[in-house]
C-alpha cells in the first residue's frame, strides 16, 4: 500500500527442523534447524517472515532466542507506534535498535510480504528480477574423510547443481579441494573458510591457486577488511566477503579497500531484502559480481531468495539449494531443481505459502503479540 497499514499483531513461532544431515562448518555444526517464525497481521493482510539467526550465536553475534527477545521487546512496540506503516519504513523506525539485522530482516520480511500480496505484487516484481529461475549450487559442509565427501559431492552433481562450495578450515583444506578439483575437472568449485583463517595463512591459501576455484569466501574475521585486500594481493583466488559486508555502505568500502571481487548478498546479514537490493545495486555499479548467499532456510526464506537472486548482477549460482537438500519435510510446497535450476515464484508475495498440517507439526510455541492501542 502507498499510504501503509497498520500492524495488529505479530504471531511469533518456534519450529523445530531436522536438516536431513548434520552440516558442519568452521564454526561448529547445525543439525536442527530452530526457526523463529513471524506472521504479521496488518489492516491489509498478512504476511510471513524467517528469521535466518541460528540457534547460537557462532556464526555472527546473533542467536535466535535473543532474535525472539529483541522482536518482542524492542522492534514491535516500535511498528506497533505507526499508524501507516510500509516495509520501505521499517528499517528507519527501527534504525534507533542497533544491530540485530537477521530479527529486522525478519519483520521487515513479514510488512514486505503482507503488503506485497495486498497489491498482488511477486518479491520478484518488486525487488527487480529478470529471470524466472535461478542457477542453484550447493554448500557442503566439513566431512571426516575426503572419500565420504566425494561421495556426497558425486551424488549432488548427479542432481544436477551447478556450482558446488566445500567449507574448509585449517587441516581440512588443500586435500579436499584437491581430491574434487581431480574428479571433477570441469566444475565450478569455490570454497567457505567462515573467518578460520589469518593473514599469516596467506602463504598456505596461495596453494589453492592451481586448483581454478571460482573463490575463497571469507577467509578472515568479519572486522579484518583491510587484512583481506592484503591477502588478496597474495592469492589468484577471488576474494569474496560474506560476514563482513553487514550493509549497502559497508559493500562499498570493501569494494573501494579492495578487500573483494565478489559480495555473497545475504539479506538477513544487511537487515533485509530492501538493503539487500541495495547492497546488489552498490555492487552492480563497481562491477562486482554477487551471488545469494543462505542460512539453510525453509520454503518461505528460500522463496525470497531465489526471487533477489533473480536479480541482473547475480551473475553466480547461489547457496539456494532445493528444499530437499536441507529438509525431509519443509514448511511449504518443496522448491524442486530442473536442470540446476530453481523457478522463481510468482505468485503475489513471496509467491509460496506454508502448508497448514506441516506448519502445525514443526511448530513448538506460538505467541500472539497485539498492538494495544
Ligand atoms: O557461511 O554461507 C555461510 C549456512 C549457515 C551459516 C552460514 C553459511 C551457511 C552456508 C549454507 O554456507 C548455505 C545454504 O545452503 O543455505
Ligand atoms: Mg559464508
Redesign the pocket.
Known sequence: MGTGARLECVRIRRLRMPLVAP?R?SFGA?AERDVLLLEAVTTAGAGWGECVA?AEPL?SAEYVDGAEHVVRHHLLPRLFARPRLTAARVAEVLRPVAGHPMAKAAIEMAVLDAELRARGESFAEHLGAVRDAVDCG??IGIHDTVPGLLDVVDGYLAEGYRRV?L?IEPGWDLAPVAAVRERHPDVPLQV?A?AAYSLADAGHLAKLDPFDLLLI??PLPDDQVRAHAELARHLRTPVCL?ESITSARAAADAIALGACAVV?VKPGRVGGYLEARRVHDVCQAANVPVWC?????TGLGRAGNVALAGLPNFVLPG?T?ASD?YYARDLTEPFVMEKGRLAVPDGPGLGVDVVPERLRELTVRLDEVRATH
Open positions: 552440516f562448518t547445525v541460528l556464526y550447493v554448500s562450495k567449507k567457505d567462515n569466501e571469507q560474506d555473497n548467499g543462505g542460512m539453510l532456510e547457496d539449494s537438500r
